[in-house]
């Protein structure tokens, strides 16, 4: 076969590096050993059932079966616009702030190409969702990576950000609740957040996957409720946690027009928007009663106690959460995040995300997704307590 010369940006692409977890998951499962997977963050629940119904009726009417618009149907811009003012007391306007998206991955991964030039510089933390580093690499940007520590509450050190290297930056991605700290951000952060763009001229991408799936009472911001946020950035959500609508492929971006409409026209330029018939299930999913985000959410809190607890009780060093269905938890010393997820797998049937695998400062841990029932989760505490850590 013709060898084909690969192009320099998938040659740029950083190491897999569950590749050897992935083998090991195979091996161990033909050996007939009962996995349970904490890996994948993707939810087990299904979609409600009034969601599922309103796209049955959508898929029925020819005249969803037609090319949708590029920016989204006007009638789900304003869904999405009244949800912000009820949920964030933002006011948007649906005609310029908003462009929908095919889940929010395929928003982050186009944005950069809006932007970013070769050579110019983005700023992403790390350990992160993956996708802010690829999207800057395949623009030809160079990352600049945030560490985001535990003595910062996983929060990125603007001050440790270089002057020269700020002025160079284009785009400064953030995403809380986080993705795998599962640390949260309140309203002074994204403040500094504004008066650091302003200063250096930055795009802030905040990535609001999660807003939905906290507990305790505790309610999570969006970036775009601080004064000034809406003059330097935009918003990426996603129905996909909040409605557990993975597969669905819908979220979309808001915010700051120009950069809305810069992204509009990258992606006119390759894709044909959202399927009309999936845009009305959304519109179902947020204009409809939101008792079944809370019933949701109650289900993760459950499974966010009995998981605390037991690793607790096991000897692990882990915070409970206020919000995310992710653990992050100290792998103890003498291992590496990698040899101990490793061991999990080989000794206890129990898939675990090393936390080196989202970037170098997530070493040290590994994360766990609450996307089991309790019933499997309290299985897996059995089996931690088992081998001798
Ligand atoms: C932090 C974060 N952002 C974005 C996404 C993408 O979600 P979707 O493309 O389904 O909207 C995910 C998915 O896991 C995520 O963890």
New binding site residues.
Partial sequence: MTEFEKAERLKKLPPYLFKEIDRKKAEVKARGVDVIDLGV??PDIPTPPHIIQALKTAVDNPAHHRYPSYSGMTAFREAVAQWYEERFGVELDPNTEFVS????????AHFPLAFVNPGDMVLVPTP??P?YHIATIFAGGESFFMPLLSKNRFLPDLTAIPDDVADRAKILFI?YP???TSAVADPSFFREIVTFAEKHGIIVCH?A??TEIAFDGYRPPSFLEVDGAREVGLE??????TYN??GW???FAVGNSRAIGALGAIKSNIDSGVFEAVQKAGMAALRGDQSCVREMTEVYRQRRDLMVDGLVRTGFEVESPRATFYLWVRVPPGYTSTRLATRLLEEAGLVVTPGNGFGDPGEGYFRIALTQTRKRLAEAIDRLKKIDI
């Fill in positions: 963050g993707d998206l095919i889940g929010s991955k395929e928003g982050i992160a969702y996708v995403n986080n993705n795998p990535d996957a999660y990426f959500h996603s129905l996909s946690k609508m993975t492929r819908i979220g």
